[in-house]
């Protein structure tokens, strides 16, 4: 009869509120330390700010959040509850427009997915639990070992595609990228491929090179389809910070990138970048990885996000 207990709840809840952790509890901890001990006043809110901030949500959101705490309760007691339910709400607002499911439309076949990102922003881990997911859905998947530049990123795809039942086009290390795609969607399209996900490489030593390298797949796998790539999805390591926000700039320029998926959150208690993302750029958001399992990538909601970060508890 105890349909609300513990071990009934949808487990995307748990793993979401697990992995982000990190970062609710460090905003509870800190807000236990002055909330509920006195009454409102103007330092709270500027250390409540404070908190926000460090858990790099931003200065615009932090500084909204601490107004809408405020608002009606100077000279009054105030929970962090309370405080962690205003966070949750504002949070929500930020990121429920940016909140989008990647919609994989059956107009394209293949419907072609450039994956972009830096080494080590978890790339190839994304394509793999990707791969997984609209397999899963009952998609014909194919992939495109597109990081020729390292050995190791086209082994670890191949590993993914054994796990997932999904077939892996590569070549050898230091081949042509661009080749590779054109090939890989030329096969795509002979087998009637539903998606095709390509990998791409992603040294930061040079980014001229690097962002020339990813225009040069764009314009190849124009001459095969031309309406394609039909999304350009940016993999953000959450743990890298600030850095993030200057990473989209850059993609943005070169890749036009469509959509994010932001990595690791589960490994860095500043998981709130994402919200200073979403206030910054507005790019629409599609999933988030939340550990290393292939079950740890969820579809974006902004509801479920902003209370986990917040810490409250999911009521739904
Ligand atoms: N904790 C955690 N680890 C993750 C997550 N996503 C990926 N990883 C790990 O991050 C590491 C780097 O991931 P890769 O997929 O190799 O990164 P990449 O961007 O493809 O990097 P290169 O292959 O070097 O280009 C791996 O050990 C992954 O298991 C996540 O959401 N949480």
Do not use: C
Not at 179 to 194: I, M, P, V, Y
């Amino acid at each position: 009869m105890n349909d609300t207990s513990e071990t009934k709840k949808p487990s995307w809840w748990r793993r979401l509120s697990d992995g982000l952790k990190r970062t609710s509890s460090s905003i509870g901890t800190a807000l236990a330390e002055f909330v509920s001990k006195r009454k409102l006043d103007r330092a709270m809110l500027e250390e409540i700010e404070d908190v926000l901030l460090r858990a790099d949500l931003g200065t615009d959101v932090s500084a909204r959040i601490a107004a809408a705490v405020g608002e009606g309760r100077y000279d009054k007691m105030i929970s962090a509850s309370d405080v962690k339910a205003i966070v949750a709400a504002e949070v929500e607002k930020v990121l429920a427009p940016v909140a989008q499911p990647l919609v994989i439309d059956g107009d394209h076949k293949p419907f072609v997915i450039l994956m972009v990102g830096v080494n080590g922003s978890g790339k190839t881990t994304t394509i793999g639990k990707l791969a997984a997911r609209l397999s899963g859905e009952g998609r014909k998947v194919m992939m495109a070992a597109g990081d020729t530049f390292r050995a190791a990123a086209i082994e670890q795809l191949k590993v993914w595609g054994e796990r997932t039942g999904t077939p892996v086009v590569a070549g050898a290390q230091g081949s042509d990228a661009a080749s590779l795609a054109f090939n890989a969607l030329t096969q795509a399209k002979a087998e009637g491929r539903d998606v095709l996900l390509i990998d791409t490489a992603g040294r930061l030593q040079n980014r001229a090179e690097l962002m020339s390298e990813l225009e040069k797949v764009v314009r190849v796998i124009r001459k095969v389809d031309a309406s394609a790539p039909h999304a350009v999805l940016l993999v953000l390591d959450a743990t890298v910070g600030q850095n993030a926000l200057s990473q989209v700039e850059a993609f943005s320029r070169t890749a036009g990138v469509t959509g994010l998926v932001m990595t690791k959150l589960d490994g860095t208690a500043r998981g709130g970048i994402l919200v200073a993302l979403a206030e910054k750029h507005k790019i629409p958001v599609h999933f988030i990885g939340v550990g290393e399992g292939v079950e740890d990538l969820s579809p974006f909601t902004a509801a479920d996000f902003a209370k986990a970060i917040a810490g409250t508890d999911n009521a739904s």
